[in-house]
């Protein structure tokens, strides 16, 4: 299992995920309790795998979204996968999110209000 660290700096908060590759399907990072954020950054930071997200507004049942990928490449930006070395936004008021590995992808993000 990765580790992560966060901090928080007012209006924002930053996360990382450290540590050993993660299994494939594996979640590495679960926010706190996220409500009071509208913005949601995160970037793979590998070289391979990508990344999923899901979403809660309960707290118990997760619901994967799509992402907005920010690049110049991707046609229509909207996509459900963030590959190797992309970064990723969406837009939401949602009590947490985590993030989803697959081939030992890693992460690092932040939240914070628009």
Same mark, same amino acid.
């Given at each position: 299992?990765?580790? %992560?660290?966060? %901090?928080?700096?007012g209006r924002f908060t930053t996360w990382?995920?450290?540590?050993?590759?993660?299994?494939?399907?594996?979640?590495?990072? +679960?926010?706190?309790?996220?409500?009071?954020?509208?913005?949601?950054? *995160?970037?793979?930071?590998? +070289? #391979?795998?990508?990344?999923?997200? @899901?979403?809660?507004?309960?707290?118990?049942?997760?619901?994967?979204?799509? =992402?907005t990928l920010i690049d110049d490449i991707?046609? #229509?930006r909207i996509s459900r996968a963030v590959?190797? @070395?992309?970064?990723?936004?969406?837009?939401?008021? *949602?009590?947490? *999110?985590? =993030?989803?590995? *697959?081939?030992?992808?890693?992460?690092?993000? %932040?939240?914070?209000?628009?």
């Amino acid at each position: 299992m990765s580790e %992560s660290s966060a %901090s928080n700096i007012g209006r924002f908060t930053t996360w990382t995920i450290d540590g050993a590759i993660p299994a494939n399907d594996e979640v590495i990072y +679960t926010s706190p309790d996220v409500r009071k954020y509208n913005y949601h950054t *995160f970037a793979n930071i590998s +070289t #391979n795998g990508h990344l999923h997200v @899901e979403v809660t507004i309960n707290g118990q049942l997760w619901h994967e979204v799509a =992402v907005t990928l920010i690049d110049d490449i991707t046609p #229509n930006r909207i996509s459900r996968a963030v590959p190797a @070395e992309q970064i990723a936004t969406f837009i939401g008021r *949602f009590k947490g *999110f985590r =993030v989803r590995s *697959f081939g030992g992808a890693k992460a690092l993000g %932040s939240h914070g209000i628009l």
